[in-house]
């Protein structure tokens, strides 16, 4: 266990040291006694597979960056997956400026809401695709949401000792065309993209 941000910074660093490294992530959140952007500022944005290195966020909200990061990937994989025409929905992203973007990148239109949004049960009733990250139980039930949503949960909590998602899935599954269940919808995709960035990063050549 370190005890400081210059021994996980060495450990990081011995670990790009090596050769054919084809990914490296953090665990967040780091014990608040390790400064976090230090360690984020240390890991190479090739190899950045999380994309959480400030150099590699600012690229992604560029639009230049070669990786995605993995949730808002693992959210866009899904969506596109579904027999539907993106650009004709009314999508909402409930928190998640990461997954906006990716969305914009897309070309896509959408609206964004936060708890401080002053009509967000008007964009919830309006909306035909809801993506939800906000991390808390009861975000949305099936009286807010509009008869054949499309409902993407990306949030986890913990709730009564158990692992739950954003949704009151129950209540908004009877009304919706699709909706992911959380746990087990976006997390295992998430992985997924993860694994998948690298892979790009191991065809991308990089040595390490």
Do not use: M, W
């Amino acid at each position: 266990t370190a005890n400081s941000a210059e021994e996980v910074v060495a450990v990081i660093n011995k670990e790009q040291e090596k050769e054919n490294l084809c990914g490296l992530i953090v665990q967040l959140p780091l014990p608040v006694y390790i400064d976090s952007e230090a360690v984020l500022q240390t890991i190479n944005p090739k190899v950045d597979v999380d994309l959480i290195n400030p150099l590699s966020t600012a690229d992604f909200y560029k639009g230049i960056a070669k990786l995605i990061p993995p949730t808002p990937g693992a959210i866009l994989h899904i969506l596109q997956q579904l027999p539907i025409d993106l650009k004709q929905e009314k999508i909402l992203v409930l928190v998640g400026k990461p997954t906006a973007h990716a969305l914009k990148l897309q070309g896509l239109n959408i609206e964004t809401a936060t708890q401080d949004t002053q009509n967000k049960s008007e964009l919830i009733k309006q909306a035909t695709v809801i993506i939800t990250g906000v991390g808390k139980t009861g975000v949305l039930s099936g009286e807010e949401v509009s008869d054949g949503v499309v409902i993407i949960d990306a949030g986890t909590s913990e709730s009564e000792g158990s692992i739950q998602g954003d949704v009151d899935f129950d209540s908004v599954a009877p009304k919706a065309r699709y909706i992911t269940p959380s746990p087990g919808g976006v997390g295992p995709v998430t992985v997924a993209k993860l694994l998948h960035n690298v892979l790009e990063v191991a065809e991308s050549g990089y040595k390490g």
